[in-house]
């Protein structure tokens, strides 16, 4: 069914009874050739990638819990392509220009708002800092703007810019970036997958991998055994608990974030701002809650759930530079698990096992990669050759001392 | 979270710095034929454990010591702390 304007009329006039369910509720068959582990954002957009882009039939997603369960409802919608180094500006682009087409693609209402993203500067040293990640930005094709205080002011009247410690000197701007309804990334591109014959099979648990002669042949699951011709790995937060079941050990630590939401408010910030002096940043969401977030709990964690010294550490940073904010209340907490790889970057790849591919160590930037992420594994997948824009994205990057450190700080994931 | 301290008692975990996996204090031997895939597995590879996890904690804003401390990944439960030097020395280690 296609939605539409017109549908939405024709159904209202006809009681409602024509809507169908997104996606089909299916067992799994006994084989497939392609079989997808995570029914998070990344792995349906592979799925659906792979049948649009390479026209492969005969896909299954497993996922353990319900499609849009995991970090894909957890995280602060954010959509932008702010990075400095080649080996991530040109896929985070991609991914910001697939998102640009999303809605049209698979018919389906993201509410995808490009009211931009805007990193404040605080010091001299840090606008230069910006000034060289909005050129290396610009060189690769995305868009950035070096704002003026005056400018930033004019635009963001709420905005304390006289700290007497972190005063705002200046900030760059991505006006392209923005932010998403993060659930609909999932249904959208569950129900998108499942039209082109993609099996999403829910509340069903991988709990190994068969492999014989270092070959993968499918994954044992609550609901049997599944043979495969290609198993592919997809559930950041998650990667080290499933591969471990592979033998291996990753590069990567599970790391909490914590996210908050305030009660709603009549609408006051456009698009995303970022402290620069601390960690912090916020948009608002469109029932009006002011989304917000800073940095890791700084622990290994699984839980899903941080402590109050950060709590405490993001209000500061929101009323170090939204004085206005100091009697909002906070309307609801949560933690979410990141896969914090070893120098910040995300890893699309294939492993030591044939037929066993590996998605995974996002950090705290998932969820702006998930076009991306899906086009170009599910381009490994299909031809067994790394995507252009992810060729970086490889496992020994490591033992290579090709890191891509964003922030440079070296093998500490949880500073990244 | 509070640690409990060997020497201080129980303090709130926001004085330490976390510094990672307790594997950690077993550095390869630089001299070993092998040493460049250890040292690679040293510095890059984690077992990330869902449950019980022994970690390095730094008391940074306390005594400077660093502590080995065991607690589940899934709760945040701490159930043992002991200082790292006493770990390190129960391995055979000198210092």
Known sequence: MRYSGLRVIKEALTGHKGWKPAWREVAPKRAYDYVIIGGGGHGLATAYYLARNYGAKNIAVLEKGWVGGGNVGRNTTIIRSNYLLDGNEPFYEHSLKLWEGLEQDLNYNAMISQRGILNLVHSDAQRDAFTRRGNAMILNGADADLMTTEAIQTRYPFLNVNNARFPIKGGLAQHRGGTVRHDAVAWGYARAADSLGVDIIQNCEVTGFRIEAGKCLGVETNQGYIRANKVASCVAGSSSRLMSKADMRLPIESHVLQAFVSEGLKPILPGVITFGAGHFYCSQSDKGGLVFGGDLDGYNSYAQRGNLPVVEDVCEGAMAIFPMLGRVRLLRMWGGIMDMSMDGSPIIDRTHVESLYFNGGWCYGGFKATPASGWCYAHLLATDTPHEYAKEYRFDRFEKGRMIDEKGVGNNPQLH | ?95
Request: charged content about 30%; proline content about 4%.
């Open chain 2, 1 to 95: 979270m509070i640690i409990n301290h060997p020497i201080l008692g129980p303090r709130d975990s926001a004085e330490f710095t976390y510094i990672g996996d307790a594997a950690l204090i077993d550095r390869p031997d630089w001299q070993a034929e092998d040493a460049l895939a250890q040292f690679v597995d040293y510095g890059y590879l984690r077992d990330n454990p869902a449950g019980k996890h022994k970690e390095l904690w730094f008391h940074e804003q306390g005594d400077r010591s660093f502590l080995v401390v065991t607690r589940d990944t899934t709760t945040h439960e701490i159930s043992g702390v002991e200082l790292a030097r006493d770990v390190a020395r129960k391995r055979g280690r000198r210092k």
